[in-house]
């Protein structure tokens, strides 16, 4: 038999040597008991930059930056591998020139295998720079999102883990949902929702539909940290691995209870235009028959004075009636945006003279003092609706008539300013509080000037100036009013844009 070959001591030393020759990725080397270098392979030599002959017999503080060997750092390194038998740490060392690198350095005690004596330290150091390089650039990103999250002030931005407890919670979310992150963290995305919904399953559904469909998006009430509620659009988004496991759940919440109650108004506002509509169709029917009955007592000349005095308050009432139910269909009108305009080139003078006719048995009968000032019809030609634009003037006559007492003054003026025509309508009667300037162009508002008289006369329905401004606006024109306060009267003008010639 061929007899084994034998392996000396020697010959194992030489190979481990060349072993440690052949690592060029690691730094590796000896240390004597105090510090001083007495091996050195090719991998300290191209991590470092000293060669051999350089670095044997220097103490090996020499890799470590200023303040480290000023605070005693290599020998506080070498006395926890003595008393633990192995030290790693991780930290910043220096080459040759000066430049510094992050390394990872392991230092192992070595003792003589007889006597445990120490004999000195095998120290490894691998250059991490790279992937610190790389871990600071993922913990920057990492702080921007996290500033970029916390700077989202109207948007809950939070993480659930895979069993729905909340990881992470974001400034807007204590805001929204008033939990500081302190008392949520670690706690179930049911904490947020009534008890109704999270009793039945609710929060569980909304992670499993995410998880089925990549993400989930839904509206409903949610629960404050003081329980009350608010209406809120979340979107859930199930966050999956590299290797497409599912790690947890993107929450992202608003507050949508301003939207709700905007939309919820306008179903209302809405609802309330179709039965506005619907009454006041219902109610014209009838009014005609009224209309032809009280005619025809008025031709009987021969009625009983009681019997004449009934029917003529069945007129007047009938009249006010019918003036009642046409601001109802108006406002129908308004709100539906079903008003239309027939313009053509009208005379705004013309318009006002008859205007005037229409209003003036109104202004007669209360023995206003009226002056009118009109330039020739062709200085103020527009393009309008003839209708329309008398309907606006006539309310803001009728307002003038309403609102004076008996024995006042209405002046009524048209004018040309510049490449506008205005008509103005100014009385001295009970004048308009400067707050109230701009509410009574609102649907079903009226001035209310405490102590002052109604001038004798209903104050309707307040729908005629808002409908009056509207109709100015459809002609590109501008309606307003001024007043120097209760008592002082009123000034209603309307301005319009002049034709092209």
Known sequence: MTPEPTSSPGNIED???????????????VLDPQGLIVTWNSGAQKLKGWTRSEILGRHFSIFYPPEAVASG????????????????????????????????????????PATHELTGFAKVTRDLTERRAHEEAL??????????????????????????????????AETILGYPASTIMGRHLGLVVPDADREAGHPQATLDGATRHGRIEEEGWRVRHDGSRFWAK???????????????FAVVLQDKSQQKRLEDLERSSRRMSEFIAMLAHELRNPLAPIRNAVTLMQLDKQLPDRHARVR??????????????????????????????????????????????????????????????????????????????????????????????????????A?????????????????IDAQDLERIFELFAQAE?????????????????????????MHRGKLGARSDGPGRGSTFSMRLPLASR
């Open 15 to 29: 190979r481990l040597q060349l072993l440690v020759e052949a690592v060029v990725d690691y730094g590796i080397f």
């Open 312 to 413: 003529d308050i069945i007129d007047r009432q009938l009249t006010q009636l019918t003036r009642l139910v046409d601001d109802l269909l108006d406002v129908s009108r308004l709100t539906t945006g079903k008003i239309t305009l027939r313009p053509e080139r009208v005379s705004l003078a013309e318009v006002v003279r008859h205007s005037i006719e229409t209003v003036r048995p109104q202004i007669d009968a209360r023995g206003h003092e009226l002056t009118v000032s009109l330039p020739a019809d062709e200085e103020l030609v527009v393009e309008g609706d003839p209708t329309r634009l008398a309907q606006v003037v006539q309310n803001m006559l009728v307002n003038a008539a309403k609102y004076t007492p008996e024995g006042g003054r209405v002046q009524v003026r």
């Open 139 to 172: 913990r920057a990103s990492e702080e921007r999102f996290r500033l970029l999250v916390d700077s989202v002030e109207d948007h809950a931005i939070f993480m659930l883990d895979r069993g729905g407890l909340v990881q992470s919670w974001n400034k807007a």
């Open 415 to 431: 004018r040309r300013c510049g490449s506008e025509a205005e008509v103005e309508v100014q009385d001295n009667g009970r004048g």
């Open 449 to 473: 000037t405490s102590g002052l008289p109604q001038a004798g006369v209903d104050g309707g329905l307040g729908v005629g100036l808002a409908l009056s401004r509207a109709l100015v606006r």
């Open 234 to 248: 979340s979107v859930t988004t199930a966050v999956y691995g590299r290797s497409g496991e599912l790690l947890g």
């Open 73 to 112: 750092w290599p020998q506080e390194e070498l006395r926890r591998a003595t008393r633990d038998g192995r030290f790693e740490d991780e930290g910043w060392r220096l080459r040759k020139d000066g430049s510094r690198f992050w390394a990872n350095v392991v230092i192992t005690a070595l003792r003589d």
